[in-house]
């Protein structure tokens, strides 16, 4: 790199190592598997000041067993870097954990039973707050109406969002709250609420959150976190999702207490260098995550090129090239990373042309080396994967929406159309461009569920987008890490943070899903470490342990 082009690149701001301090014991691990590329037949490790020492044979092991505060023996369970789910929103996951969550409900009927049984059990609640309801999956594929929820609550405030969190449906006493909602914009009498008439009634029921139930939210999400191996988090919040107060609070809430590391994004616009050091001020690495440009296909607000199957329209979109151009510059001039929900090819389009003419703009070297994401990044074109790659976007996706939606008969076919779905989420022709995948759950739409994820990466519903499982393992792993602007994380090598988990789990295999996938990796002579087997059926590895910067933050029960 020539000197002009380095003086050329922004004062980036790069994610802190950790957000506590590190465990100062020293401990070896050994009788396992240790999932690590500096040797991929180890069986031991090191831990010392929160870092990874060494990694090797067993037999090495035993120079070091005398000069270690503690020896775990693993009894043959397999060590793995932590996950990192790189897009959560953790206090709405703690609310669904803790609270009313529909996700399993299989018709309207059951819907409207549980709402009934949840407010009975709640008398004392300001306003009802649920969460996941699917009428694309219910025979009626319809949602409750305004009338069955106000019988089901008898007549209390209840706000319940869809699965994908971009329209709800509300009580009349909840809607009594916001004077002048009939009036707003994606208002409709009796059909889920949509655009800023969903934004008002979300932030009246937000607003009746008391900071004790945030904070029990916070920690049950950040617990269920740690109990499958998953040891960082990526908070997308933002005034159109939360508050402030949410953000702040859960970001001191993981500083202060042992469990998984939280990293924020902040989704508001940035036009200048104000804006951008407000957004440093929240404690967040960036103005991004969930800084729509458009909705999701469920609800029909993703923004298309051409109509939905089953809808008259086009979509939603929130913010044009324009927009996303401005925002991007801004960024990049301040050091900051910027970043997009964009789910619909239009939107896609919207988010690729813009930062197309920021890089025009500041650079295009400066703009690679920020490191700008898109959310979800759904229907994605041969050209603006392509652009990701020359743009050097991350792609910050979610395997198990395709898991959950994907297939002949799924909710993407009968938004898209057969034809149209088979191109969603295209994994497998973003890693031959080039594109950085960091993976994550968008939880409470999906589930926490990291090896799950990997599965459905692995096995996605349409074979040619399948990634090997030791590619979608390390998007879910080193890809977050890497998202946030760290090479040096995410993978157990000495100087790595000691991030990682311990696991039960049966033979290691080296897989690939399919033929469709080069097999050279897979041919044992090449060392490649061995990961659990992830075929559709095969029981999921369980989490016995797992450990952020050197210190234990969750143990199995009578383990």
């Not at 959560?88 to 969550?101: N, R």
């Not at 390390?474 to 890490?481: E, I, K, S, V, Y």
């Amino acid at each position: 790199m020539s000197s002009e082009s380095a003086a050329a690149l922004p004062a980036r701001t790069v994610a802190p190592l950790s957000t506590g301090e590190p465990g100062h014991r020293t401990v070896l691990l050994r009788g396992g598997e240790v999932h690590s590329p500096a040797d991929p037949f180890a069986t031991a490790m090191v831990v010392e000041r929160g870092h990874v020492a060494w990694v090797g044979s067993e037999g090495a092991a035993d120079a070091f067993a005398s000069g270690v505060d503690e020896v775990i023996d693993l009894e043959g369970a397999l060590v793995t870097p932590a996950f990192t789910d790189a897009h959560v929103h953790t206090t709405a996951t703690g609310l669904a954990l803790t609270g009313l969550d529909l996700s399993s409900a299989r018709t309207r009927a059951e819907a409207l039973a549980a709402v009934r049984a949840y407010a009975a059990a709640r008398p004392d609640d300001d306003v009802l707050l649920g969460h996941g309801w699917d009428s694309a999956r219910w025979p009626e594929r319809t949602p409750p109406t305004r009338a069955e929820l106000d019988g089901a609550t008898g007549g209390r405030p209840l706000y319940l969002p869809r699965i994908d969190v971009h329209s709800a449906v509300a009580t009349t006493a909840l809607l009594d709250r916001i004077p002048g909602v009939t009036g707003l914009d994606g208002y409709h009498p009796d059909a889920p609420l949509t655009a800023a008439a969903h934004h008002a009634v979300r932030a009246a029921a937000h607003a009746a959150i008391t900071p004790r139930q945030r904070e029990e939210a916070q920690r049950a999400a950040l617990h269920r976190a740690a109990s499958l191996g998953i040891g960082t988090l990526h908070e997308c919040g933002g005034p159109e999702i939360s508050d402030e107060d949410d953000f702040t609070s859960l970001l001191k809430l993981a500083r202060d207490e042992a469990g998984p590391r939280v990293f924020g994004y902040w989704a508001e616009r940035v036009t200048g260098p104000k804006d951008a050091d407000r957004i440093r001020e929240l404690g967040a690495l960036g103005a991004a995550g969930d800084l729509f440009v458009d909705g999701a296909l469920g609800s029909h607000t993703a923004c298309l090129h051409e109509p939905y199957a089953d809808a008259p329209h086009t979509g939603t979109g929130h913010l044009e090239a324009a927009d996303v151009a401005a925002h991007v510059a801004a960024c990049t001039e301040a050091g900051l990373q910027a970043g997009f929900h964009a789910i619909g090819d239009a939107a896609v389009t919207a988010v690729v042309e813009g930062v197309r003419a920021a890089a025009a703009k500041v650079g295009l070297a400066r703009v690679r080396a920020a490191r700008h994401r898109v959310e979800h990044a759904e229907m994605l074109t041969p050209e603006t994967i392509a652009a990701f790659a020359e743009l050097g976007l991350t792609a910050s996706v979610q395997p198990a929406f395709d898991a959950l939606w994907g297939g002949e008969e799924g909710m993407y076919a009968q938004r898209l159309g057969a034809g149209r779905a088979r191109t969603l989420n295209p994994y497998a022709a973003l890693l031959r461009a080039g594109v950085p995948l960091a993976f994550g759950s968008d939880s409470p739409v999906t589930p926490l569920d990291p090896w799950g994820t990997v599965r459905a990466a692995a096995f996605h519903r349409t074979p040619e987008h399948r990634v090997s499982a030791r590619a979608a393992f390390t998007a879910h792993t080193r890809g977050g890490w890497r998202a946030i602007g760290r090479d040096d994380a995410g993978t157990l090598v000495p100087g790595a943070p000691a991030d990682y988990a311990v696991w039960r789990t049966g033979e290691l295999v080296v897989q690939a899903p399919d033929d469709r996938v080069a097999r050279w990796s897979t041919d044992p002579r090449s060392g490649t470490p061995g990961l659990p087997d992830l075929s559709p059926g095969a029981a999921l590895p369980v989490c016995l342990r797992t450990v952020v910067f050197g210190q234990t933050v969750f143990v199995r029960p009578n383990e």
